[in-house]
């Protein structure tokens, strides 16, 4: 089944976070992952939940967007998103 990476955020400094945005989706596509959801301003529907941005990876399992979260070399791109935003990051399975 596939894994969904599930990433809530608000950007503190754009233009440091810039360098994530440009180099993440090589690590992204690097372990079979693609974007659902890229970024993009949610529209609140139900609840209190108020993410400001969402992301949505999706890859071939959970364990593959594990090898992908423990990348040793996407850890210093990992180090400025959370240093430039506070973000909110969970993994689901899918059903498929």
């Not at 949610?42 to 959970?62: A, T």
Request: charge should be negative; proline fraction near 6%.
């Amino acid at each position: 089944m596939k894994g969904y990476l599930i990433l809530d955020f608000s950007i503190k400094d754009f233009g440091l976070f810039k360098e994530y945005i440009d180099k993440i989706p090589e690590f992204i596509k690097n372990h079979g992952g693609r974007y659902v959801v890229q970024g993009v301003e949610p529209e609140i529907m139900e609840g209190d939940w108020q993410p400001e941005r969402v992301v949505v990876l999706e890859f071939p399992s959970k364990d593959v967007a594990k090898e992908f979260l423990a990348d040793p070399e996407a850890q210093p791109l990992f180090s400025i998103r959370h240093n430039t935003t506070e973000s909110k990051l969970i993994l689901v399975e899918g059903c498929f």
